[in-house]
């Protein structure tokens, strides 16, 4: 019950942020086999805050409960070589109060979808201005159709950022994305799912 609470009042808080353009209440589904989960963290005196919703897919197969492969070779779920949504039912969503540079990528305060180019292995964190679907007056979801095709538009792209890629001996089970502070005006965006990380520093402007 109390991180339901708790969760509720974070949802409450991210619809009063600066900038805000995303009711956050709308991102969720109460797919229990891909939760919501939140990466937050604030930066200065003025507390601007960093937050990343994304709901968070398992390595069990919800269906059958098995272990699936989700990375890297043949047989994977997610195929080298393609676009991942970067989680589960509605896009990834990244808030930023403040101006962020990952790596020479300007990202101007606001609300933006995020996707991974997978590129053989060698990943790329898509940003993406696109966040709403304008049709439907909603969030937009992470697939355009049941072959898995995302909704990213290379058109909207604001740009792509190398991923620093690692491997871990044991497997991780639910998709977790972190934001870790580095320094006063420094982080990193960190991911890890199955035997897979991948991360990015970035500086608040």
């Not at 968070?56 to 272990?67: G, N």
């Not at 989700?70 to 070589?81: K, S, T």
């Not at 590129?119 to 679907?133: A, C, E, F, H, T």
């Amino acid at each position: 019950m109390r991180r339901f609470i708790v969760f509720g009042l974070f949802i409450a808080g991210m619809a009063c942020s600066t900038m805000a353009q995303i009711d956050a209440s709308k991102l969720i589904t109460g797919n229990q086999a891909s939760p919501e989960a939140i990466a937050a963290i604030h930066y200065g005196p003025q507390g601007k805050m960093i937050w990343i919703f994304y709901h968070a897919p398992s390595l069990l197969d919800p269906k059958t409960k098995e272990p699936r492969h989700i990375f890297n070779g043949p047989g994977a779920l997610q195929p080298d070589g393609t676009v991942w949504r970067l989680g589960a039912d509605f896009v990834t969503i990244l808030h930023t109060d403040a101006d962020l540079d990952f790596g020479g990528l300007t990202v101007p305060k606001g609300e933006y979808a995020l996707y991974v180019d997978l590129d053989k292995g060698s990943w790329k964190l898509i940003v993406n201005k696109q966040v709403m679907d304008a049709k439907r007056g909603r969030p937009l979801w992470g697939v355009a159709n049941h072959k898995g095709d995302t909704t990213d538009d290379p058109a909207t792209e604001l740009g792509r950022i190398n991923l620093a890629m690692g491997k871990i001996a044991t497997p991780v089970e639910r998709l977790k994305i972190d934001l870790a502070r580095t320094g006063d005006a420094q982080g990193r965006l960190d991911i890890a799912w199955e035997n897979v990380t991948a991360s990015t520093p970035f500086t608040v402007k």
